[in-house]
């Protein structure tokens, strides 16, 4: 029979290959850690946590882009809270982020549920994730050769019959039909993803719940939603991130209606930053700009916090 020695009382017993600094390998990692991850969060500081923190401190001025800095404190703040055209393109933000992120969310999971034991469920994934493949900007200048008067969808309605189509450009339609583009283009890459999510669940599961006499619904709230629900709050956070900063369509389809820039019913945060920082005419330049790109920020963030708090469950291994 093998003994094991106790030690006495109160004494640390020494374990092999262990000393006060921990193990040998441990402390070849920490080494290592330095020479590899050093360099990286360098470049990471240098091109992203410098130029946040710089333009936090811009925010807080009144510049013009060039020559001294006004200190203002939170003047610039105030003045877009009580603007109504920030106002409008946060809200517009908010409709991006909220009405079409939950249209693209129910899409993507029901195609996800019909495309799962589909014969030819790879084509199909092919076809539906190809719009995103597309560059946005793309999207626009062919939308807005599309819908435009005289363009091939009036065309059609006109063979049709159809005496009076819709001005689709005009500019009380232009976000609307942004928000369907957005949908269509997104729609894809989240599909793709939650197919993955899918995917990764074991047939056996699926054997209980036949056997159990578990009918559809009670296979997707028991099994296929629980495990796969940290797949949908990786999406949420996404969709949060990227919805904020959508700018390319808006910037060419909205400029198609005519006015070389795309009309204030279309803009968002992004838009008006950029408009802010390089135009000057609704409040000081580059502060205000700083100021609401802070905001967008701040946005996010609180936003993923509090995705990650509410979407988070227990990890279920399997």
């Known amino acids: 029979m093998t003994q094991v020695a106790s030690a006495p009382a109160g004494r640390r017993v020494a374990l092999p290959g262990r000393r006060g600094g921990g193990s040998t390998i441990d402390r070849a990692r920490r080494r290592l850690l330095v020479p590899f991850v050093g360099p990286a969060f360098l470049l990471y500081s240098i091109l992203f946590v410098v130029p946040a923190a710089y333009a936090v401190w811009i925010s807080f001025n009144k510049w013009a882009g060039a ?4 200190f203002v404190g939170f003047r610039n703040y105030v003045r877009l809270f009580s603007d109504k055209l920030f106002l409008r393109s946060f809200g517009n933000t908010l409709l991006l982020l909220f009405v079409v992120g939950l249209a693209i969310f129910v899409i993507a999971f029901g195609l996800t549920l019909v495309l799962r034991d589909m014969t030819g469920r790879k084509v ?10 597309v560059n946005a900007m793309i999207f626009g200048v062919l939308a807005g050769f599309i819908l435009n008067p005289g363009g091939l969808v009036n065309t059609l309605l006109g063979g049709l019959g159809v005496k009076n189509p819709p001005a689709w450009l005009a500019q009380d339609n232009l976000f609307p039909l942004i928000m369907v583009m957005m949908t269509w283009i997104t729609t894809g890459y989240f599909t793709t993803i939650l197919m993955a999510g899918v995917d990764r669940i074991p047939p056996y599961y699926y054997e209980d719940c036949a056997l159990a006499g578990a009918n559809a619904f009670q296979r997707l709230r028991y099994v296929i939603l629980p495990l796969t629900w940290d797949v949908f709050g990786t999406c949420a956070v996404l969709w949060t991130i990227s919805s904020v900063k959508i700018f390319e369509i808006i910037w060419v389809f909205g400029g198609s209606s005519g006015q070389g820039m795309p009309p204030t019913q279309t803009w968002t945060t ?11 005419e609704s409040v000081p330049a580059y502060g205000a700009a700083s100021a609401s ?5 701040a946005l996010v963030s609180v936003l993923v916090l509090l995705l990650r708090r509410v979407m988070k469950r227990d990890a279920i291994e399997f």
């Open 67 to 70: 020559g001294p800095m006004e």
């Open 124 to 133: 199909a994934r092919s076809v539906i994730f190809f719009p995103h493949l």
């Open 270 to 280: 992004a838009v008006f930053t950029y408009v802010t920082a390089f135009s000057g």
């Open 293 to 297: 790109a802070v905001l967008s920020l």
